[in-house]
């Protein structure tokens, strides 16, 4: 069984930096694409990161290219997003999640996490 937890989240002020870790447990990481996601109350969810079983690629959008960066540690079974730079515009529930085995980054997400906090303000 497919399970995802976050976890790191937390206050922290304009220009911090925090380190979410995403724990897989019920499957081994190699075989499955893991992408981090974010989603404020009343507004849609946004894509962020997401880092590829096959080669190890890893992907990031725009808004947040050059501050955070997506890893994996498949011998401890965890997806890392370093996130450096924060601005308040950060805050967000963010998420982990996975479209399943043997599909990609282009693949619709059907497993998700429970979500972790992020706050940045001062």
């Known amino acids: 069984q497919v399970q995802l937890v976050e976890s790191g989240g937390g206050l922290v002020q304009p220009g911090g930096s925090l380190r979410l870790s995403c724990a897989a447990s019920?499957?081994?990481?190699?075989?499955?694409?893991i992408g981090w996601f974010r989603q404020t109350p009343g507004k849609e969810r946004e894509g962020l990161a997401c880092?590829?079983?096959?080669?190890?690629?890893?992907y990031n959008v725009d808004s947040v290219k050059g501050r955070f960066r997506i890893s994996r540690d498949n011998a401890k079974n965890t997806v890392y997003l370093q996130m450096n730079s924060l601005k308040p515009e950060d805050t967000a529930v963010y998420y982990c999640?996975?479209?399943?085995?043997?599909?990609?980054?282009?693949?619709?997400?059907?497993?998700w996490g429970q979500g972790t906090q992020v706050t940045v303000s001062s």
């Open positions: 999640a996975t479209p399943g085995y043997g599909f990609t980054c282009t693949s619709r997400s059907r497993f």
């Open positions: 019920g499957f081994t990481l190699d075989y499955y694409a």
């Open positions: 880092t590829s079983s096959s080669d190890g690629s890893t």
